[in-house]
């Protein structure tokens, strides 16, 4: 299929509050190692996934909390902010991803290989805005395991 005629999936997003238990032993540590050079960490970004029955679940942290970010039943986006700190994780593996290759335009997200559409609640203007550091590993985990 071509670049043009490329389908855009359509999904709605949807702040879902969502208070958190961290007594589970289900979580690991993503590391994103970033060709960013706007990223002023050289470590890249870290992302903590608790894995679910239901779905995994992708957690951002920031200076002073985190976003969560997953997917319901329905397959749309839910995210959740809070101000408590990240507990510990478990395991932990490390990936390279190259934000260059994804595009955003006017609430389009071009991954490359799939267009997401994101409508109802304006989340890339939120994180742009309130929490830039969560912006490109919001894209990883959008483009890389949401969808």
């Known amino acids: 299929m071509s670049e043009e005629n490329q389908q855009i999936q359509k999904k709605k997003v949807y702040f879902f509050y969502h208070n958190d238990s961290f007594e589970s032993n289900k979580f690991l540590f993503l590391k994103l190692y970033t060709p960013n ?3 002023p960490d050289p470590y890249g970004y870290i992302i903590l996934v ?3 029955v239901r779905g995994d679940k992708f957690y951002i942290p920031l200076t002073e909390g985190y976003v969560k970010v997953w997917n319901d039943s329905k397959d749309n ?3 959740f902010e809070s101000t408590r700190p ?3 994780f478990t395991r932990a593996y490390e990936v390279f991803f190259s934000p260059n290759k994804v595009t955003v335009n006017n609430h389009i997200v071009d991954c490359g ?3 997401i559409q994101l409508t109802e609640f304006d ?5 742009m805005t309130e929490h830039s550091e969560a912006f490109e590993p919001f894209l990883y985990i959008l ?4 969808y």
């Open 77 to 79: 986006v839910l995210f």
């Open 123 to 127: 989340i890339l203007t939120y994180l």
């Open 37 to 39: 050079f706007s990223n």
């Open 86 to 88: 990240l507990e510990i």
């Open 143 to 146: 483009c890389n395991k949401l």
């Open 50 to 52: 608790k894995q679910a």
């Open 113 to 115: 290989n799939r267009k």
